[in-house]
Each structure stands twice: as C-alpha cells, then as structure tokens.
Nanobody, 130 residues
C-alpha cells in the first residue's frame, strides 16, 4: 500500500514557476514508477510526466516538454514536478500516481494511461493567471 500526498500548488502569473512535490508513504516507494497527471476545468484527466523507479527514464506530454521536469528522490520518498514558463492552459488539479509494473521497457504510451497506475494522491490546485 502506498499513500501519496501532493503539495506545492498555488496561484502564479503566466511565465512563472512552481514546484510540486508528492510525498509517498511505504518502504517500497523506490520500486514504483511515478507519474503526474492533471485535470483542468471541464476536461478529462491527462498525462503530464512520468519517471521510472530508478529515475533513468522520463516521459513528457508534448504540451509540457521543455517547460516541466520530473524528478525523484528515493531516499526521501518524494517525486517532484518543476514547472517553468507556466501558461494559463496549465491551470488544473495536478495528481501524482504510483505504478508497480512500469519499467524502462514499458515505453511512453504505457505511462500515459491513467489506468496503469495503482495509487493516486488527492491532487493539488495550480492556477495560472494571464
């Protein structure tokens, strides 16, 4: 069992930055691939970024590539999402998620599927004003 708690959301102006954190409980955190998803107003949940258990592979949605960076610190049981050059369209509730089975061999498409993830946090609101 893994419990996930996101933090770091807030209100920021367009062009600004935020860093989201996702703290995980449990001693097996380092065995899980981790992902970030978001859900904007009136929109479906969409993939943002993912990272394999070792941190050796990272995947990004085209809409955030070059602006967002996912990272993890297994010693701290935490995954991060550094968000730069934020745009109003980035406004959403951001969720982190843990996946037991994803590996280097799984590939990008695997990690974009929200039904692959086993545990979810409650989400943190990010609002970007224009």
């Amino acid at each position: 069992q893994v419990q996930l708690v996101e933090s770091g959301g807030g209100l920021v102006q367009a062009g600004g930055s935020l860093r989201l954190s996702c703290a995980a409980s449990g001693r097996t955190f380092s065995l899980y691939a981790m992902g970030w998803f978001r859900q904007g107003p009136g929109k479906e949940r969409e993939f943002v970024a993912a990272i394999t258990w070792s941190g050796g592979n990272r995947y990004y949605a085209d809409s955030v590539k070059g602006r967002f960076t996912i990272s993890r610190d297994n010693a701290k049981n935490t995954v991060y999402l550094q968000m730069n050059s934020l745009k109003p369209e980035d406004t959403a509730v951001y969720y982190c998620a843990a996946d037991r089975d994803g590996t280097y061999y799984s590939g990008y498409k695997y990690f974009t599927a929200h039904d692959k993830y086993d545990y979810w946090g409650q989400g943190t609101q990010v609002t970007v004003s224009s």
